[in-house]
């Protein structure tokens, strides 16, 4: 037995304290918590919130609080699956001409203000996408430049990239680098 021990870094009294003491109650209880919740958590996919899966506990453990399922489901990271609401910002399918990729996925720059690159996110709000347009130095990561708008078209991001150029009035040789998409503004009749 000692031997055993000290292939796996425990002391021998360790070894048999933890023979003489049995899984406590509230650890088997919370086992079986478990058990029932897994089975919730799978038969919903991972798409179950906290207070679906305790309806599903409860059936079996009536007294089970909610506190005691959210820290057993903590314990087991059975955290719900949440869809993301997704906005395509990029439409790289154009028939635009491509400016050369000169970054060529080297992001290591050594002095402010010779590459920038920009991008566009997309807000929800109450009355619809807030769209907003950021150009970041790629030097020290800092936003140098950005627009918020309700269109998402070219404009958006001129008006982001000249914000940067007002601001920072960087000197020749400055790479503005993007995703290559094309923004298109849709008129609807």
Known sequence: MAKMCRIFEVSSSGYYTWMRNPESVTRQENQAIYEVLKSSYDLNKGRAGLDKMLDDV????????????YNIQKEHKLYSIRKRKFKATTNSKHDFPVAQNLLNQNFHVNEPNKV????????????????????????????????????????LCKRALRSAIRRYKPGFGLIHHSDRGVQVRQEVA
């Open 58 to 69: 409860r059936l079996k453990f009536p007294k089970c609080s909610r506190n005691r399922l």
């Open 116 to 155: 920038w690159v920009t991008d566009i996110s997309y807000i929800g709000t109450d009355e619809g996408w807030l769209y907003l347009a950021t150009v970041k130095d790629l030097f020290d990561r800092q936003i140098v430049g950005f627009a918020t708008g309700s269109l998402i078209n070219t404009e």
